[in-house]
């Protein structure tokens, strides 16, 4: 009697190929988290304590990309990439719609962090004598980190999630190599399942990372 193979064997015959996914899903979120936040960071700085004219382009880039599905951009990307003479190719334009994404998150998180402080502590700065930069450094962004910290990695849970949108441009990422798998076993439920399990494990990765940050930072 024909017996079908057990999920294990599959899973160790797909082993390479799940491998790859991750690795693929792990770097591009990392890429557009680490890009995208600095450039929130810019971002929201320039829309805290930059002038009217510094602000506007700042500002219709926030508006514009948060007010964009994420699935546009990535698709966005990678049409427009190679008009404009990008050779960016699809992981190129994927990671860099998700930047976009997540640079637009973060720079509103910094700007109300920032906005949330006293306004007076940027003054006894100065009275002290210390720089705008050192100010920045030294008195308000450690005041702010507490605040963003937790907001950022909601974000960065998001952009991983995200990520799965990049299989629609033909990234084998950890979405695609699952449906791939799935196509040639049809054990839907059983692949998607621990599919999701190593998006836990990423996202938990995230979690864990931004609990030992708010920890350095927590106030004695």
Same mark, same amino acid.
């Given at each position: 009697?024909?017996?079908?193979?057990? =999920?294990?064997?599959? $899973?160790?015959?797909?082993?390479?190929?799940? =491998?790859?996914?991750?690795?693929? &899903?792990?770097? %591009?979120? %990392?890429?557009?988290?680490?890009? #995208? +936040?600095?450039?929130? @960071?810019? +971002?929201?700085?320039?829309?805290?304590?930059?002038?009217?004219?510094?602000?506007?382009?700042?500002?219709?880039? /926030?508006?514009?990309?948060?007010?964009?599905? /994420?699935?546009?951009? @990535? $698709?966005?990307?990678?049409?427009?990439?190679?008009? $404009?003479?990008?050779?960016?190719?699809?992981?190129?334009?994927?990671?860099? #719609?998700? +930047?976009?994404?997540?640079?637009?998150?973060?720079?509103?998180? /910094?700007? #109300?962090?920032?906005?949330?402080?006293?306004?007076?502590?940027?003054? %006894?700065?100065?009275?002290?004598?210390? &720089? !705008?930069?050192?100010?920045?450094?030294?008195?308000?962004?450690?005041?702010?980190?507490?605040?963003?910290?937790?907001?950022? /990695?909601?974000?960065?849970?998001?952009? @991983?999630?995200?990520?799965?949108? $990049?299989?629609?441009?033909?990234?084998?990422?950890?979405?695609?190599?699952? *449906? *791939?798998?799935?196509?040639? +076993? !049809?054990? &839907?439920?059983?692949?998607?399942?621990?599919? #999701?399990?190593?998006? !836990?494990?990423?996202?938990?990765?995230?979690?864990?990372?931004?609990?030992?940050?708010?920890?350095?930072?927590?106030?004695?």
């Amino acid at each position: 009697m024909y017996q079908s193979p057990s =999920w294990l064997h599959e $899973l160790w015959v797909a082993r390479e190929t799940l =491998w790859q996914g991750f690795l693929t &899903t792990v770097q %591009a979120s %990392a890429l557009a988290i680490v890009l #995208g +936040t600095l450039i929130g @960071v810019v +971002t929201g700085l320039v829309l805290t304590y930059g002038t009217f004219w510094m602000r506007a382009p700042f500002r219709f880039y /926030v508006d514009v990309i948060r007010g964009t599905p /994420v699935f546009v951009l @990535v $698709l966005a990307c990678f049409y427009m990439a190679p008009v $404009l003479g990008w050779q960016l190719g699809a992981f190129g334009a994927g990671v860099l #719609g998700l +930047t976009l994404f997540c640079g637009s998150h973060v720079a509103e998180i /910094v700007r #109300g962090a920032l906005q949330a402080l006293p306004s007076g502590q940027m003054e %006894a700065g100065k009275a002290i004598g210390l &720089t !705008f930069y050192q100010s920045l450094g030294y008195v308000l962004l450690p005041q702010a980190l507490r605040q963003i910290l937790p907001t950022w /990695v909601n974000s960065s849970t998001e952009i @991983v999630k995200a990520s799965t949108l $990049l299989s629609v441009i033909g990234v084998a990422e950890l979405l695609l190599s699952s *449906q *791939q798998v799935i196509a040639r +076993t !049809f054990m &839907t439920l059983e692949f998607y399942l621990f599919a #999701g399990f190593l998006f !836990f494990i990423i996202n938990y990765a995230i979690e864990l990372l931004g609990r030992q940050i708010e920890k350095r930072v927590a106030l004695p």
